[in-house]
């Protein structure tokens, strides 16, 4: 077994000028880009076509709906400042504001809930109406996306950040990582309040 390391995991790529990972995490996100996108246009298209189409605010709540794009944003913030304390080689803060991040994110998870819960206790379901679909879909695949945001930042909290005592530049990237990837899932949600819930 070969003992060399992993070229351009810390140091960036002569022909596109970053490292493997952040590369790899644009080109992702820009798969998941046109995921949303695909979606956005299908309501988009529906919404036109639609003879009677409700307003979001006459069937969700809007102030729960403003609540989470708080906490996302709140999130958004000490994900990046989690970031920040690790080029700043303070671990300690990193440790605290990434546990901040997760504890924000599984908070929006328990309005969402609630939220659904509601819906669910006044017959609400997708097959109602195509507005309910479309709500259900979108912001069920967004929480699938909040979960998996939550499963790597728990990860890079805790166990996966021993790497840092080994390869603290290697871990900084990879929190780097995260961050792009945690970023575009808010991005989405201040896409998706306006669009579901306010017009």
Do not use: C
């Amino acid at each position: 077994m070969s003992t060399e390391t992993i070229p351009y995991t810390v140091e960036s790529r002569y022909d596109t000028g970053l490292y493997n990972a952040k590369l790899g995490i644009w080109l992702f996100l820009a798969s998941e880009a046109m995921l949303f996108g695909a979606l956005f246009s299908s309501y988009i298209l529906l919404r036109v076509g639609a003879v009677d189409w409700p307003r979001g605010s006459s069937i969700l709540s809007v102030p729960l709906g403003a609540f989470n794009t708080v906490l996302l944003i709140s999130s958004s913030l000490t994900m990046l400042l989690s970031w920040a304390a690790l080029r700043l080689k303070d671990f300690k803060k990193f440790k605290i504001l990434l546990g901040i991040t997760i504890l924000l994110a599984l908070l929006f998870l328990s309005v969402k809930s609630y939220e659904y819960y509601l819906k669910f206790e006044h017959h609400l379901f997708a097959s109602k109406s195509t507005f309910l679909a479309i709500y259900f879909t979108m912001t069920g695949l967004h929480a699938l996306h909040i979960i998996g945001g939550i499963v790597v930042n728990t990860y890079l909290w805790g166990p996966g950040s021993r790497m840092w005592k080994t390869q603290p530049e290697r871990f900084t990237n990879r929190i780097e990582i995260a961050g792009l990837y945690w970023h575009f899932v808010d991005l989405v949600w201040l896409f998706l309040f306006p669009v579901l819930y306010l017009l």
